[in-house]
């Protein structure tokens, strides 16, 4: 079942400029992680973020998590053509059993 | 450094005929292994995961099955192939069943 909603769907924009993505969930979390997704091919972990965290940086990206409100913003920084891709947030649920739930994604198209 | 291969690459395979992917892993010892499935424009769907030789968890009722022969080895079967068992199919490896996840580069099944 999907945890995770991307928010927006897609997202076009000009290369320099900073791309915004979000993610909303339902449940508690243990931790909230971002993936990368060129087209064609597999994922790629991009940043993990534990939900006792506000705040992580890898780079020109830059997570936030808020628990209370359960979102979290993956912000990419003077983005790069290269950058185009598709980006998930996926949970780590608390429980027993807890498994990595991924939501349904962000196209990102940055623009030469 | 680890590495994760799985193949083919492509496959199409004419509806009832069998399946068997294979994914394997290199440079680690006990990892969490992984199949996902996913539909165009969709997230990922976790299929199976195995802690150990033996070891297989579903999440959905398939037409699929998995098996984990040794430490390093997964695969996906299926005895007769359905149109819906289309699609990108993912594996991916962890050493922590809460933490990041490292995918290899799918396979692109069409079911004909």
């Known amino acids: 079942s999907q945890q995770g909603e991307e928010d927006p769907q897609a997202l076009s924009i000009q290369e320099g400029e900073n791309a915004t993505m979000n993610c909303s969930y339902k449940?508690?979390?243990?931790?909230l992680q971002w993936y990368r997704q060129n087209s064609g091919r597999g994922l790629v972990h991009l940043i993990l973020?534990?939900?006792?965290?506000r705040e992580k940086h890898s780079g020109r990206l830059r997570v936030t998590l808020d628990t209370s409100k359960k979102s979290s913003s993956l912000l990419i920084t003077a983005s790069r053509a290269a950058d185009t891709a598709s980006y998930f947030c996926?949970?780590?649920?608390?429980?027993?059993?807890?498994?990595?739930?991924f939501g349904k994604g962000i196209t990102l198209s940055v623009r030469p | 450094s680890q590495t994760i291969h799985q193949w083919p690459a492509t496959l199409v395979q004419p509806v009832g005929s069998p399946l068997s992917l294979e994914c394997t892993v290199e440079g680690t010892s006990n990892p969490n292994l992984y199949w996902y499935r996913q539909a165009a424009g969709r997230g990922l769907q976790l299929l199976f995961y195995?802690?150990?030789?033996?070891?297989i968890s579903s999440e959905v009722p398939q037409n699929l099955s998995a098996s984990r022969p040794q430490d390093r080895q997964f695969i996906l079967s299926s005895k007769k192939l359905l149109l819906s068992d289309s699609g990108f199919y993912l594996c991916?490896?962890?050493?922590?069943?809460?933490?990041?996840?490292?995918f290899g580069p799918g396979t692109r099944l069409t079911v004909t």
């Open positions: 991916a490896w962890s050493d922590n069943i809460l933490g990041e996840q490292y």
């Open positions: 996926a949970t780590v649920n608390t429980g027993a059993n807890s498994k990595l739930t």
């Open positions: 449940t508690s979390i243990n931790n």
């Open positions: 973020i534990r939900s006792n965290e």
């Open positions: 195995s802690v150990g030789i033996g070891q």
